[in-house]
């Protein structure tokens, strides 16, 4: 599968509108830019904005245009754009080579591409339209998460505002979201997800390894393969489908093929609580569980994860490791999660 675009940066004098600000009194939208916004938004493609302008007087004109809402972490000021991209990356806590550039002046491209090579720098074309028609910004799928993805964001601005406010410690704070972990097996109606999942989760995926809608399809009619996908919700709203796991069955024990979770969730401690039910449920079972990592350049926070869990290296082979679950004892699960389970 060809890359794709997780993030379209737009520049704003002369790119996303005519004119320039800070000199004409009155600037108007690119003929054929709102349905461009429109059409990357429904696709599930967030979109941001780099310029060098006066912050204020750019957004009130987003506003004015009635766009402003399709932006996340706006960029707008005179710093360099190179820098304001690199925060645009961290603030969503997306990979800088999942970024798309727009802008119409030259030497700001270069500049970007100077800095972060693998940004995707383009000039816009005279008819902006033709953007859409770019493999980068066609997902295979288009799923229910993929819609609200932008609201989805929106809504963990909020969350990481009050917890940046919160005075408490950080399990307190998780003690007042409210959280309802579900847990079910995927069924065909979910696998266009966790395709998704697959494809755009890199620093939180235990192999690495990218499933197709076909593979997962064969899966999940096989007796000897289990795929789980989760979802969490808390009380500022859902987070969506946000975790896979793959376990393959065998008499004495389990294997868990894949552990993944998107990076949104990080900090919320559901690796934790994934890992924790699935060694509770190998233990219901009586059978062992162990745990396939492959190593990749991105994800050593899921190898962290295991070995936080309790899972000890069992073999080596290269890059890829199997480990085993502690099975002494039943884990717990803190009770501010609430799991919902489905199986």
């Not at 996303?16 to 000199?23: A, D, P």
Request: glycine share 4%.
């Amino acid at each position: 599968m060809s890359k794709k675009i997780k993030c379209v940066v737009w520049d704003l004098d002369d790119t996303l509108w005519n004119g320039i600000l800070i000199e004409d009194k009155f600037v108007d939208l690119k003929k054929g830019i709102l349905d461009v916004i429109k059409t990357l938004d429904m696709r599930g493609i967030l979109q941001s904005i780099c310029s060098k302008n006066y912050e204020n007087d750019a957004m009130e004109q987003l506003k004015h245009l009635g766009i402003a809402e399709y932006f996340i972490y706006p960029q707008i000021s005179w710093d360099n754009k190179a820098d304001g991209i690199e925060r645009i990356a961290k603030s969503i806590n997306i990979s800088i080579d999942t970024l798309m550039f727009i802008d119409d002046q030259k030497f700001e491209r270069d500049e970007v591409n100077f800095v972060h090579k693998d940004v995707l720098c383009i000039e816009p074309p005279e008819d902006i339209a033709t953007i859409l028609d770019m493999d980068e910004l066609n997902p295979r799928f288009v799923t229910e998460d993929s819609c609200i993805r932008r609201q989805l964001y929106q809504t963990d601005i909020i969350r990481n505002e009050a917890e940046k406010n919160y005075i408490g410690s950080k399990v307190d704070f998780l003690k007042t979201l409210d959280m309802k972990v579900s847990i079910k097996e995927a069924d065909v109606e979910d696998l266009k997800r966790v395709e998704e999942l697959t494809v755009r989760t890199h620093q939180m995926n235990s192999t690495g390894y990218t499933y197709s809608y076909e593979e997962l399809l064969e899966l999940i009619k096989s007796d000897k393969y289990t795929v789980i996908v989760v979802q969490l919700d808390d009380k500022y709203g859902t987070y969506g489908k946000i975790g896979v796991i793959l376990l393959r069955m065998h008499a004495t024990y389990w294997n868990l093929y894949l552990l993944l979770m998107s990076c949104r969730v990080m900090s919320r401690g559901v690796g934790s609580v994934m890992l924790n039910y699935i060694i509770n449920l190998a233990r219901k079972n009586n059978v062992k569980l162990h745990a396939r990592f492959v190593e990749t350049d991105r994800n050593r926070m899921m190898y962290m994860t295991y070995k936080f869990a309790g899972f000890k290296e069992i073999s080596r082979n290269d890059d890829t490791v199997v480990l085993e679950a502690d099975m002494s004892a039943d884990r717990v699960i803190p009770e501010y999660y609430e799991i919902e389970v489905k199986l």
